[in-house]
């Protein structure tokens, strides 16, 4: 057994703005609809996409939900089409294994938890998988700093 998907849990904060940069494509994972506005799990998702980059929405809840911020909604993960470079989840802690089965499926380059998010256990499942995992950051400020270089 390989210790090398150690590699794969992001800590550095080099690294984190080089995918936060690199990223083209995000699909957010428990996106808020614009009724939540003054919510993270979705004025972090305008920021990204007013800065330039696609958002593809994958809410939780919101069953009635067909668009948000513009983009027809995806209901998992694996569903979204085309390559993915982030997964950006907006997930309580003790909710995330509950995605895990659906994030290792849709092989995104990194699978991001947001700030006050982190889990372990999945963490090392993604890494184990070849997924870059970054772990108890904001998206929306890493992306800002490496974009906008300060």
């Known amino acids: 057994m390989h210790d ?3 590699a794969n849990l992001v800590e550095s904060t080099d690294e984190v703005r080089t995918i936060a940069r690199a990223a083209k ?3 957010v994972l428990g996106i808020k609809t614009e009724k939540q506005s ?5 004025y972090v998702a305008a920021a990204l996409q007013r800065a330039g980059v696609e958002v593809v929405p994958v809410p939780v809840y919101y069953p009635d939900v067909t668009e948000i911020l513009g983009v027809p909604v995806v209901r998992r993960v694996v569903d979204v089409p085309g390559p993915i470079d982030i997964v950006d989840v907006f997930r309580r802690s003790e909710d995330v294994p509950g995605h895990l089965d659906d994030l290792l499926a849709a092989t995104p380059k990194c699978v991001w938890l947001q700030s006050g998010i982190r889990n372990d256990q999945v963490a090392e499942a993604l890494a184990r998988a070849g997924i870059r995992v970054v772990q108890d950051r904001c998206l929306m ?3 800002r700093i490496a974009v906008g270089g300060g």
Do not use: L, M
């Open 38 to 42: 003054g919510q993270p799990a979705f």
């Open 4 to 6: 090398d998907w150690r």
């Open 25 to 27: 494509r995000i699909a």
């Open 141 to 143: 400020v890493e992306h």
